[in-house]
Structure formats: C-alpha cells, structure tokens
C-alpha cells in the first residue's frame, strides 16, 4: 500500500477544485490506468471503458469542489465516481438486454466463454487489502465470491444467479448477510 | 432524527446502502438511491462508509495501460469546459419555447451562435484523428441565456453515432428526466434519442436515422422521468442547438 498511500489524492481534488489543471493530469498519471482497469473489469469492454473514464475525468474535475473530506477518503470519492458511471452504463446496457432475445443469448454466450472459476479460487488474494482481507476470509468462499462479483466484476444480482447457478433469492439473501457480516467485522 | 447529523443509521439504510456500492442492485433500484442520495444524509453517510470499506477490493484488479489519446480527449473536454465557463448574463425567464419559435431562433442567432462557432472551432482544431465521414457539431444552449450546456457530435469516430456531451452539471427535478431530440428539415415530427443522465455522456446509435444534415435540430426536453408519454416533445425546451459541419 505504501506507493498508493504517499500520493495526496485530498490535496489533488482540492487543487482540482481551484482549477489547477496540472493537479488531475497528476492524478491521472498516478491513477489512470488502475482506474481503467477497475472500469474496464465492469464494462467489458475496452473502448467503452475510456469513455466512462474519460466522463470520470471530467467529472472529477468539474465536481471536485464538492467532495467534503470530512464524509469519506478521497480516493474513495474518485473510485465512486469512475464505478458508478461504469455501473450506470452496464445496468442501462442490461436493461436493454431484457427486451432483446438475440442480444441476451449473445451475452450468455459471450460470457459462457469467458471461462470463470466459481470455485474458491475465484479471485487472487493479495495481502495488500488491509482491514477488508480478514473479515472476506471469514465468509464462506461461495458468499464471498458473490461479493467480489458484484464489486469487482460489476454483476448483478441475476448474473450471479446464473453464473453460481444459484437461485436469485438465495444470491440476494447471501449478499445482504455477506454485508451484515462484513460490516460488523470491519466497523 | 433526520436532520441531527446521522446518528443510529437503521440497519436497512446500511444495507441498500452496501448494495448500491457493491453495485448489484438493477438498474431501476439504483436509479431510485441516485434520486434519494441528493437528500437523505444517512444514506449519503452510509453510502460513503461503504465506498471506504470495499476501496481496497479495486487492488484486486490489474492496472490497464490508457491509450496515449486518452489524456489528449480530457484535455479538449477540459478545454470546451473553460470555454463555456464564463456564462453570459441572465435573461428573464421564458419556458415553453418552441422548435419552430421564430424569436428564439433569432435570439439564438444573435447570441448564441457565436460562442457555439468558437467552441467547435477549438474543438475541431483539436482533433487529431483525420475524419471518417461528414461530422457535424451542435452546441446546446439554454434558451434563456443562451449558455452553452452540452455538445452534440455526429460522425465523429466513424460509426452512424451521436454523441451527446455535457459542459457542466446539470440540475432536474427528481420526478422528471431530460430527453433527447433531434429533427431534420422535412421531418414531420421530432424523433426522440433517449433519456438523459446529468453530467454523463450519450451516445446513440443513428443506423435507423437518416445521416445528419445541416441545420438539422437538436433540443434536450423536461419530460416525465420515464419520458415524453406521447413520443413527442410535451415538455419545456431546455437545451437547443442546430447541426454545424465540420471539418
């Protein structure tokens, strides 16, 4: 963590926020590329993904006068803006699938081939994810697996359904407990 | 209880709280706590304790390289923002402007034109890709002022789309929804290119559209939040601007 901690995300915004524009060039130097990364994890896509951080950028930098140090971590600030324009595209993107057949199959195809492994080893675990690492392990692999889905595949409910072959009301109750328990563990 | 800071969260708003930044809910749900952020100081504190506690998950993801173009788009956009940023004065307020208002198209040519062809001129003299096909530039302006608040631009990466691209942010009323318009010269009525979310970009694919003409008219409405319920513009005009072809 100590790469990403020496980089003053605060002082970045608050220099955004008085127009220093060579303040979210260095922003985008540092964080440019996991951003996109965490944004083309959701999407899926790599074109659209510099879209969505193309907006973030912008928005980042048109909105960085309201971020209020006292309500959250400014990297935090910055990865909720880049995640839910990211989340907003793929859910908007989703609801059109459920009017379209065609485009349904094709997606349940597309993703059938991306060879996921919804076992207990679905994701890497590094040691650089602090508080949250322990109370992750703490949970049973599958719920846990539903949680990282969500956040860093950006699935929905019903595609965790399909991909754990799961039935969607024992997704939904897995995911509200698996925060009840993470919440309690973390504080 | 509501308004002494946010004291005692109740368990539920932790919980649609954590949803909504784990990012599974659908779309209709998220767009229901988006709404109910802009006044509900407990989720907003729930929502921003949450985003804290799961940061450390995006490490989980390797980094992706941006293409070196990337950096340049922001730079124009940042460059079209500043631009737009000293607003003209204020005019009174006059809604229910029509497409085919003789006087707003006389005061837009007066005042708001001339901003509209300085900013396509910095931003087409900017562009480094060489064009595909025709392009055309709109800059949307508030009738009122003639403020510029989105850019509209078609045929500009090669594919049959219309990009719609906010200047700033935005403000609409929780129960309603910015849509978007456009309609051609012969067209015997406005076609609609979707619903619009505040300070995101849209892009529309125009394959079922004839290709963009001169003139041709863009127009962002006030409509009911699911949309004009008549397929056509009921609302008052909020942005409005007319097709440039551009280099």
């Known amino acids: 963590m100590s790469a990403l901690s020496e980089f003053d995300y605060e002082a970045a915004l ?7 524009r060579a303040a979210l060039q260095r922003l985008y130097a540092h964080e440019g590329g996991r951003l996109l990364g965490v944004v083309q994890r959701i999407v899926r896509d790599a074109a659209l993904a510099e879209d969505i951080v193309h907006d973030a950028c912008v928005n980042i930098w048109t909105r960085a006068a309201r971020f209020d140090p006292a309500r959250g971590s400014a990297r935090g600030w910055i990865y909720s803006v880049a995640r839910n324009l990211a989340l907003n595209a793929v859910r908007d993107l989703a609801r059109e699938v459920e009017v379209d057949d065609d485009t349904a ?3 349940d195809a597309r993703a059938s081939l991306e060879a996921w492994h919804d076992t207990a080893d679905a994701f890497v675990w590094q040691d650089s994810l602090g508080r949250i690492g322990p109370c992750l392990e703490q949970l049973e692999p599958v719920r846990r697996n539903c949680i990282l889905h969500a956040y860093v595949d950006g699935l929905s409910h019903n595609e965790i359904a399909r991909r754990l072959e799961a039935p969607l009301g024992t997704v939904k ?9 993470l919440r309690e563990c973390m504080g | 209880m509501s308004t002494t800071k946010t004291g005692n969260i109740p368990p539920e708003i932790h919980e649609l709280a954590g949803e909504y930044v784990l ?3 659908p779309a209709a749900r998220r767009r229901e706590v988006q709404a109910r952020l802009a006044d509900d100081l407990q989720l907003q504190a729930a929502v921003h304790a949450w985003e804290d506690r799961l940061l450390p998950l995006t490490g989980l993801v390797e980094p992706v390289a941006p293409s070196p173009r990337l950096w340049a788009r922001i730079e124009r956009s940042l460059d079209a923002l500043a631009l737009s940023a000293p607003r003209s004065r204020p005019a009174p307020r006059r809604a229910w402007w029509r497409w085919d208002s003789l006087a707003l198209w006389r005061g837009l040519t007066a005042g708001g034109f001339a901003i509209a062809t300085l900013l396509a001129a910095v931003l087409v003299g900017r562009l480094a890709e060489p064009p595909a096909e025709a392009r055309f530039m709109v800059v949307l302006v508030a009738p009122d002022d003639k403020a510029p608040g989105w850019v ?3 045929g500009a990466s090669g594919a049959r789309q219309v990009e719609l691209i906010p200047l700033g942010v935005v403000e609409v009323p929780r129960d309603k929804a910015l ?3 456009t309609k051609a010269e012969g067209w015997s009525a406005p076609v609609s290119l979707g619903l619009v979310t505040p300070g995101q970009t849209l892009r529309v694919p125009v394959d079922a559209l004839p290709a963009v003409q001169p003139d041709q008219l863009f127009e962002l409405t006030l409509e009911p939040r699911s949309g004009s319920p008549t397929g056509r513009p009921t609302g008052p005009v909020r942005y409005i601007g007319r097709a440039v072809k551009v280099m």
Not at chain 1, 14 to 20: I, L, R, S
Not at chain 1, 173 to 181: D, M, V
């Open chain 1, 105 to 107: 199959a094709a997606l």
């Open chain 1, 14 to 20: 608050a220099a955004c926020a008085a127009g220093e």
């Open chain 2, 23 to 25: 990012g599974s809910l």
């Open chain 2, 152 to 154: 509209v631009q078609a």
């Open chain 2, 179 to 181: 849509q978007f318009w």
């Open chain 1, 173 to 181: 109750a897995w995911i509200k407990r698996s925060l009840a328990a």
